[in-house]
């Protein structure tokens, strides 16, 4: 499974995506937090925070994420080489988690960088260190959860064709969907008492809820159940040849 984990993790850096991958979301966050005149610019705005990085993240990596993992199966179901990765001494599951790992490591790739965000503010800070740093970490995690959601979900839609471009469109309907989608439902007020079940199961209501700076384990939870939602989908798209 490592091996297969190193080799995916090559793979995309010693192509331009994974590069292209990390300079665009470095690019798009940087000029709208300290180039471009808007409301997200931290130098206008005057506040010791990178609060901006966690609002538009996640728009970023709706785009970014799918486009990382549409190569993931439908790659390997076009050149025709599925079929010797999965008769490898490796379970199907190991083969998704390889893949699965490899994309998030990606992600967490393109997060490192935005630290230097954290110490820009930090020293501009009056005085120098006016900022919640336990916040700060909470929305870091909380991003880390959301990036490792979507990756989940573009592994599942790159395993169902072998088209990258359908993934891709397919990756960025449902990270959409699953992001704020529930939240679109659950404000017609349609279900009365149910409408706070139909927000929760939204990864938005969570998301805010952990950028806050409080980790509560319900979030957490969610998470790593719809991770595992996802993960087992696709072992299920997978072990479907078999039938």
């Known amino acids: ?23 665009v979301f470095l690019l798009v966050i940087s000029l709208f937090m300290w180039v471009l005149e808007t409301d997200s610019n931290v130098l206008d705005n005057g506040y010791a925070n ?11 990596f ?23 990765l999965l008769t490898r001494p490796l379970t199907d599951l190991q083969i998704i988690l ?14 490192l960088p935005t630290l230097i ?7 501009l800070g009056s005085p120098v260190g006016n900022i ?50 529930f939240d679109f439902i659950g404000s ?6 149910f409408d706070n079940v139909i927000l929760s199961l939204g990864i938005n209501q969570h998301y805010i809820s952990m950028s806050r700076g409080v980790i509560d384990t319900r979030d957490m939870i969610y998470f790593i159940s719809l991770i595992a939602l996802f993960v087992v989908a696709t072992r299920t798209v997978l072990e479907s040849r078999k039938w």
Not at 50 to 60: G, H, K, N, S, T
Not at 62 to 84: V, Y
Not at 188 to 193: Q, R, Y
């Open 117 to 123: 965000y954290y110490y820009s503010v930090h020293k």
């Open 62 to 84: 709706l785009f970014l994420i799918p486009a990382i993992t549409m190569r993931s199966f439908a790659d390997e179901k076009k050149a025709g080489t599925i079929e010797l």
């Open 1 to 23: 499974m490592f091996t297969l984990l190193k080799k995916e993790i090559r793979s995309f850096l010693s192509s331009l995506i994974g590069y292209i991958t990390i300079t």
């Open 188 to 193: 017609f007020s349609l279900f009365g008492k």
């Open 132 to 181: 919640d740093t336990g916040g700060m970490w909470g929305s870091y995690i909380g991003l880390l959860f959301l990036g490792a959601a979507f990756v989940s979900i573009g592994v599942f839609a790159s395993a169902i064709t072998d088209n990258q471009v359908v993934s891709f469109i397919l990756a960025l309907f449902l990270c959409f969907f699953i992001y704020t989608g």
């Open 50 to 60: 990178i609060d901006p990085l966690f609002i538009l993240a996640p728009w970023v």
């Open 98 to 111: 390889a893949k699965y790992f490899a994309g998030f490591i990606l992600v967490l790739f393109s997060l």
